[in-house]
């Protein structure tokens, strides 16, 4: 039973057979059909796809000097920027595996990602090579990197840009810093120019549709980040669908500023542009008023993003200068798109925000809304070729239409497995109907149009008084007051309830002095059931995200459980 099949784009097909060849095929590819055509813009700088691929068979030649051979783990630890995708595809050229690394990670939690992948050879920016180096160091002689390729921002932008390409005031000094190179104990440190003097490297390319070609790491409710084992063929289905369900062409020119360390700008954006054959033009972190000059100056016509970066830019005091009139492709995940902000989108410019889901393990994209049959605040429909269920978490029967349950997906992009970890993978995998899915831990219902919908994370539920509250509905309540920017909703120990709930809010400035937080709380209780209603509201001048831009909700429930100190007489 397929009923989400009414909805589908017109004239696109239910399954899809994908290039039965590497990653590094798609850059190839792309830099024979369009040569001097920008693959890349960094802050005005252009690079083109003759220039890529260059760059890219030249670092390889280095990885092979180093001593990387197929298969090896690589870690790459950087922001958004040029360097990413040439690592990326040198790690690839040279048959090995991109370990892609969070850049907000200090050396205590680098250490994990050096040594649970075994990695001999990192590439890093300048600004984060200490860090490494400070994890590397620190580790038992024998298991720390024995290379380490450093890149500075600049080698990629001309410091004196000026204008709409310019970079924030604010970020000069992180972008142009001269930071001395770290001592590798063990090791050597390379530049970036060093490494790219090598002769492009030469010979065939063996990989093959099923090796392993990303690592990226994924966090659980306990333990240490586990890594994602993802082949050449599931990262180039979700390649090849997320440019064919987002119309995109060689003529596409996107924005990219969700981190593509992350699955969703390295699948969606980065490997979906380059197979495409795409313009990226490139940020390396948020900035509303970059971006806004950034899609008028280039003529932007797809932006894939999460909800929080919108919501940001159209509180921009500027937002009336930004020429939006070039964007056909607005989408995004990570949480749900506040209703009333998907409207204004729709009514005022004419843009369908388009909501899709994905995890780590699932290369991005298992469901996604179409774009002329998109609902709000829902994760869409069942992506090319994959079938999704929801199943009871404890039964694993599937539960009928409309009954809430956990999310289970069996499709082409879902991982292999766990690395080194045979019981994490066993436990994340089951049979139905002779199919293998992967529980996503995430609890959600489908409608009577076989559209998804997620209630919240399996483990993040609030009891009170027998009562079930799934924050993220009473979240996307709270949106539509018109004084909340941002909210995030925990549970709060209640002697009387055992819980309650609790809102963690941002005020938009204009409303700042004008309600207070009982205000909201009597809000909420005439909008709302009086059990999900908030009892506590607590203003706060921002949440903590995570460095994709995520709410971290997790930290806020945990720093409310946490004992606090008594008071002293």
């Known amino acids: 039973m397929r009923p989400h099949y009414k909805f589908w784009p017109a004239r696109m097909p239910h399954a899809i057979a994908p290039p039965a060849t590497s990653l590094w095929h798609n850059l190839a590819v792309s830099a024979l059909r369009y040569p001097d055509k920008a693959a890349i813009v960094f802050f005005g700088r ?4 003759a220039q890529l691929k260059d760059a890219a068979e030249r670092l390889a030649a280095r990885l092979k000097a180093l001593g990387v051979a197929k298969g090896d783990r690589v870690v790459v630890d950087m922001q958004n920027t040029p360097q990413l995708v040439i690592a990326h595809f040198a790690i690839f050229r040279a048959e090995a595996v991109v370990v892609p690394v969070n850049p907000m990670n200090r050396a205590e939690e680098l250490k994990h990602y050096i040594t649970d992948p075994g990695a001999r050879v990192a590439i890093t920016t300048a600004d984060l090579a200490g860090e490494l180096a400070a994890a590397s160091n620190a580790l038992p002689a024998g298991q720390g990197l024995e290379h380490l390729v450093v890149t500075r921002y600049a080698d990629a932008f001309d ?9 924030p005031e604010a970020w000069r000094g992180w972008l142009l810093a001269e930071h ?5 104990t063990g090791g050597q440190v390379h530049t970036w120019q060093s490494a790219l003097a090598e002769a492009p490297l030469q010979g065939e390319l063996n990989a093959d549709p099923q090796d392993l070609c990303v690592l990226p790491y994924t966090s659980g409710t306990t333990g240490l980040p586990k890594g994602c084992m993802h082949t050449h063929a599931s990262i180039m289905h979700n390649a090849v669908a997320c440019g064919l369900w987002g119309s995109a062409t060689s003529e596409t020119v996107a924005l990219v500023v969700v981190p593509m360390f992350h699955i969703t ?3 969606a954006v980065l490997h979906a542009g380059i197979f ?3 313009t990226m033009v490139v940020m390396p972190r948020w900035d509303r008023e970059l971006a806004g000059r950034l899609i008028s100056r280039w003529k932007v016509t797809s932006f894939t993003n999460i909800p929080t970066m919108i919501i940001d830019l159209l509180a921009s005091p500027n937002f009336a200068s930004f020429d939006l009139s070039s964007l056909k492709a607005i989408s995004g995940g990570g949480a749900a798109m506040p209703q009333a902000v998907a409207q204004r989108l729709l009514e005022a410019y004419g843009l369908r925000y388009a909501e899709g889901y994905g995890l780590t393990e699932t290369a991005a994209p298992s469901h996604q ?4 049959h998109s609902k709000q605040q829902c994760l869409g429909i069942p992506f090319f070729s994959t079938d999704s269920r929801i199943v009871d978490p404890d039964t694993l029967a599937e539960l009928p239409q409309g009954e809430q349950g956990e999310i289970v997906i069996s499709g082409p992009q879902v991982f292999q497995g766990y690395w080194k970890r045979p019981d994490a993978t066993a436990d994340a995998f089951f049979e139905l109907d002779g199919k293998r899915f992967f529980r996503s831990g995430d609890l959600g219902r489908m409608d009577e149009d076989g559209y998804f919908f997620i209630t919240d994370r399996l483990k993040r539920m609030i009891n009170a008084s027998g009562h079930k509250v799934w924050p993220a509905e009473v979240e996307s309540l709270m949106f539509r007051h018109p004084a909340i920017q941002e909210a995030c909703v925990i549970g709060t120990k209640d002697d009387y309830r055992g819980e309650s709930v609790k809102a963690v809010v941002v005020l938009r400035p204009s409303h700042r002095d004008l309600v207070t937080e009982q205000d909201i709380i009597d809000w909420c209780r005439e909008n709302m059931a009086v059990y999900k209603a908030p009892r506590v509201v607590q203003f706060v001048e921002a949440l903590p995200k995570s460095g994709t831009g995520k709410v971290m909700w997790r930290q806020l429930q945990e720093a409310e459980k946490a004992p606090r100190a008594a008071p002293i007489d």
């Open 159 to 167: 410091a004196e840009v000026a204008g709409p390409d310019a970079p």
């Open 276 to 278: 495409c054959g795409a």
């Open 46 to 49: 252009v690079l083109t796809y």
């Open 369 to 372: 809304n179409p774009i002329d």
């Open 265 to 267: 700008g390295m699948v």
């Open 180 to 184: 001395p190179l770290p001592t590798l």
